[in-house]
């Protein structure tokens, strides 16, 4: 499963800990609560908080994060921090308390450190919910009716699309494309640029297709009051350049492909927003090329759902640089 920026758990998991201490407390924890939740474990049980157990001066805030394996599922994240504790160097208690604690983990004897450790859990976990208390960006629940109030001000109050769109502030962000530019190509590129700032964008205009034509509309003979051209034509199909768009998008990242293209939700958000931005009901063709990877490559043994054009390719061969997708907006 991947997040708004198009990372998987193991890639948020591993930039959390390769780069803790880049981090602040608050942003580690709630990061690292929520990578427990999306696989489906206790939050409050896979995250322990504990002081830096040393007597140096640390440059940061978060020390380091350690991912403790307990068996070939169980596991738990350890968030080492730099904060107020019973012991280490901010500890208002004694030196010696620190160093009698450090000697004891030299001998391997944890039971000490492991029973302060409970009361740091609750006093942290405390201190980050008052830090996080009035600060709605740090809080799901919140965050959203922030966005809902916002979007109620620029008037795009009861729009649907907007609760599964991955990125609200996005739209926040271009508020004035859609003030502005709303049903224009120049403004739907615009938009698509930014959406995705890594890719080429190109819009067609007046692109051919052929239409069917009713049998009412059809020439026939024995039948009065037709005249050719204006209530009657010859043959069945009309070709027509008023009403259909090309949107060609290159290149994608296999990330940002899969994120937006092959994930069912992001996918409906994309087609809403086209839709929503061009007012007109025209009949949008995209063209989506992307990297070529051997994740794409037709597999007997792939346990994935097969979608050729979409998730699979026929011709996904080595030599190719880019594969391109050809997709129709519903």
Known sequence: MANANGLTVIERETQLIEHASR???????????????????????????????????????VVAIVKEMQNES??????????????GQNSPLPKFFTEEIIQAQKKELHASRIFIDVIHQRLYQLYFEAKTKYSGHLQQSVQHQLYEFMFSMIG?????????????????????????QKGTVSGLKSLLS?????????????????????????????????????CALLGH???????????????????????????????QSLQYLIRYFLIQ????ELRIKTENSRNYELSLSNSKNIQLGRNTWLSAKEEQVLIEAQLRLQ
């Open 74 to 87: 169980e596991f738990i994240y350890f968030l080492e921090v730099n904060l107020m504790g019973l012991y």
């Open 194 to 230: 930014r959406l995705f700032d890594n890719a080429t964008v190109e819009i067609k205009q007046c692109q051919q297709r052929t239409l069917l034509l009713p049998i009412v509309q059809r020439s026939q003979l024995g039948v009065d009051s037709l005249s050719l051209g204006g």
């Open 156 to 180: 795009f109050k009861g729009e649907q699309w907007l609760r599964y769109f991955p990125d609200p502030a996005f739209i926040i962000n271009n508020i004035n494309l859609f003030r502005h």
């Open 281 to 284: 009901p025209f009949v949008v």
């Open 23 to 61: 981090y602040s407390f608050i942003q580690a924890y709630k990061q690292l609560c929520e990578l427990a939740t999306v696989q489906k474990h206790d939050a409050a049980k896979k995250v322990r908080i504990r002081p830096n157990l040393a007597m140096s001066y640390a440059r940061s805030e």
């Open 237 to 267: 199909k009309l070709k027509e350049k008023q009403s259909k768009l090309l949107i060609v998008i290159s290149p994608l990242s296999e990330k940002q492909f899969d994120h937006w293209v092959n994930h069912d939700q992001h996918w």
